[in-house]
T-cell receptor
Framework: DAGVIQSPRHEVTEMGQEVTLRCKPI?????LFWYRQTMMRGLELLIY????????DSGMPEDRFSAKMPNASFSTLKIQPSEPRDSAVYFC??????????FGSGTRLTVV | AQSVTQPDIHITVSEGASLELRCNYS??????LFWYVQSPGQGLQLLLK??????LVQGIKGFEAEFKRSQSSFNLRKPSVHWSDAAEYFC??????????FGTGTQLKVEL
């Protein structure tokens, strides 16, 4: 099993640009989570999906952030327009029925 | 609401010494508890988890943790630390529903 796959690993973009982060969960996992990690705020849950349906997006910081899961094997997190304060490491994780997440390696986003 | 407290932000131990990382949780019913480790530039890796049964759980890399309901604690231990254990450690809790709440992490430094 290849684990949770995130792309890109690193993204540098200019303020105001659109950024799309991608995630492929582990096959058979029915829950998918997007987290943001910063030094100041630690790990923050942004949104999670069960069976491709968004269940809780209360952590999405503002309307500039959106997430989709069009099928069981793919999810995107989009930021439009991006701002310097969005700079962080974004993690995707997936989970099956036994609890405990499997995390991807993360996308390090830098907005300049 | 569920929450996790990791009171130690940084811990330094000598290689070969024993280790205990503290974790206190808040949850109204029986929690599901987890410890994760994050090496620099990497995602989080699951060390061990507690759902029910034996309150002493064994994990990977020689780690163990003990669930103490009376103290609302789930401390992580290792009898002899190796230099490769230097990383950040996160405790997490869920009451079900698959939504994990993470602590702020403990940064472990190992002196040779």
């Amino acid at each position: 099993d290849a684990g949770v796959i995130q792309s890109p690993r690193h993204e540098v973009t200019e303020m105001g640009q659109e950024v799309t982060l991608r995630c492929k969960p582990i096959s058979g996992h029915n829950s998918l989570f997007w987290y943001r990690q910063t030094m100041m705020r630690g790990l923050e849950l942004l949104i999670y999906f069960n069976n491709n349906v968004p269940i809780d997006d209360s952590g999405m910081p503002e309307d500039r952030f959106s997430a989709k899961m069009p099928n069981a094997s793919f999810s995107t997190l989009k930021i439009q327009p991006s701002e310097p304060r969005d700079s962080a490491v974004y993690f995707c994780a997936s989970s099956g029925t036994a609890y405990g997440y499997t995390f991807g390696s993360g996308t390090r986003l830098t907005v300049v | 609401a569920q929450s996790v407290t990791q009171p130690d932000i940084h811990i330094t131990v000598s290689e070969g010494a024993s280790l205990e990382l503290r974790c206190n949780y808040s949850y109204g019913a029986t929690p599901y508890l987890f410890w994760y480790v994050q090496s620099p530039g990497q995602g989080l890796q699951l060390l061990l988890k507690y759902f029910s049964g034996d309150t002493l759980v064994q994990g990977i890399k020689g780690f163990e943790a003990e669930f103490k309901r009376s103290q609302s604690s789930f401390n992580l231990r290792k009898p002899s630390v190796h230099w490769s254990d230097a990383a950040e450690y996160f405790c997490a809790v869920t009451g079900g529903g698959n939504k994990l709440t993470f602590g702020t992490g403990t940064q472990l430094k190992v002196e040779l």
